[in-house]
């Protein structure tokens, strides 16, 4: 996942940038309102992090001119006014979400991870190479087989589905999670990644779950 700030606070960038790269985004940033412009246009990012108050161009005329421009990308924008009038004026203008200053990193963190959910409410199967799971039905098979998941170890690979492909750090796992009743294990992750393998991947040829040493695990058929 690709992460745009755009934040004249280079202590605040800092701070962003080192927080986020450890949950395995990749971050680009900008120090004004132009040079936010022209980076989220000739980029693909998932998200923008937009202060309001920037140099050149400010927050709100950069999110409008992004989507007068057609770039949908998700916008949580940051700044230091709370009024109710500075957040409708944001969201107004095709802001997302919007956060005030001084916000404590793990709830921006769950504000990240709400505008990045997949769009797709009513799909009911997700499939990954010969893998599908059945939301409905709650099971899953692998090419002709059933495997038998315990609901934790469904919730889990169904997470891990639906960010195939990407590098998703441990603490990133642990909060999809939250809900489990053993999350004061230490271990809970590699407890939980270790009994999936044993069912969707050791008793067949091409193994789906990597481990990225140093940053995490990810799912995918490559």
């Not at 409410?121 to 692998?142: F, G, P, V």
């Amino acid at each position: 996942m690709k992460i745009l700030i755009i934040e004249d606070d280079e202590k605040i960038i800092n701070f962003l940038k080192k927080g986020l790269e450890e949950e395995s985004y990749s971050v680009d940033y900008s120090l004004n309102g132009d040079e936010g412009i022209y980076l989220a246009s000739v980029n693909s990012y998932d998200l923008i992090l937009l202060d309001i108050m920037l140099p050149i161009k400010d927050g709100i005329e950069v999110c409008k001119t992004l989507r007068n421009n057609s770039i949908y990308t998700p916008i949580i924008m940051l700044t230091a006014k709370d009024s109710i009038e500075d957040k409708i004026k944001g969201l107004d203008i095709g802001a997302n979400d919007y956060l005030a200053k001084p916000f404590s990193f793990s709830e921006l963190l769950a504000r990240i991870r709400v505008q990045l959910r997949p769009t797709n409410q009513n799909q009911t199967t997700l499939k990954l190479a010969d893998l599908e799971l059945d939301l409905l039905t709650k099971t899953a098979k692998r090419g002709e087989d059933t495997i038998n998941l315990t609901a934790k170890e469904f919730a889990l690979l169904e997470f891990l589905i639906k960010n195939k492909s990407k590098v998703l750090s441990e603490s990133v796992i642990s909060s999809s999670l939250s809900n489990m009743d053993d999350m004061n294990m230490s271990n809970v992750v590699n407890v939980y990644i270790y009994r999936l393998r044993n069912k969707i991947d050791k008793p067949y040829e091409k193994k789906l779950i990597k481990t990225i040493r140093g940053l995490g695990f990810k799912i995918s058929d490559d």
